[in-house]
């Protein structure tokens, strides 16, 4: 049994979890909102360590992480439970599984040589939100970092700043699923009352932990798609995480209206002064905002460097937003 790590207990026996932004507070044989993680007498649970929900070789860029360590194999993990009330609802990895059999374990120690037998360059947590797999992750991120492989989290970004500054000394990326810019589009997308939080949190990753971070936002027509939000949404890139951070425009649905929502968003962030904005479509190359050479080609899978050096562009000399060293932040 593992206890949660970052809580805290009153004198009447109250426990209260600060992994994710819910803050839940739990009685003895109470359920966390992610449903993985449960009151006892002796402290909250961790129902879900140890159990994987996936492990896979990938190319980094399928985590929408593209001007981080391009043309790198990365080993993707995930684990189980959901922050999201509609996530549990919808997504995969919400519950962990009944049967014994079906259970996947794999200490978070084993992680790393793994990653090193598959000759992979990093670990990505990708699958279910780290916030409720806090204990799980600050070790996978510990290990892994200690055998030289570069770190990242897929996430919703609705952790606390306390599992954010645990997780910060050994982090290097993250893959944030922005899912709007308003209280009706989180309301809808996210079951959530304040999303406020996230970008407070986000910034922080940024500007203190120094985080490489690429926004991904996936559009429903007529959910996430007002032009105002939007706009808001590039002005908060823009001022928190900076200019050259990536935008990941793709569509949330299928049909016409949704496709256009993609085109105009894309707009809207080339307008707002983001330098590097991608949508959907294949073998979208990376070009320098400064004199427009090819800096990294994406044909068929294949991702290759070709227009950089040292983070800068051989052309022109400007320097970069790319992370391609765990010693340099
Ligand atoms: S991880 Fe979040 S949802 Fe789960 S118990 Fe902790 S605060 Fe609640």
Redesign the pocket.
Known sequence: MEL?RITTTTENGTMH????????T?QPGD???????VGSTEG?TAENYGLISAALVAPIEDYRLWHFFPDSLVLAIGGW?Y?FPVDQQRGTYAHIPMLEEKRRRLPPERVASFALERLCRGVVWAYGEP??S?EYVLRLLQTSRAASRYTALVTTGYL?AEALDSFGPYLDGISLDLRGFGDTAYARLAGIPDWHGILGVMAWARQHWRCHIEVTTRLHHGVNDDPRELRSLVDWINASLGEQTPWHVLPGDAGAETAAAVVRARRIGHEGGLQFVYGSEPNQNTICPVCQAVLITRDNGLVSPVGISDGVCTNCGHKLYLRTSIFKR
Not at 31 to 37: A, E, H, I, P, Q
């Open positions: 949660a979890c600060s992994a994710c932004q819910w803050r839940c739990l359920t966390g909102r992610c449903l993985v993680r909250i439970g922050a916030a409720v806090h606390t």
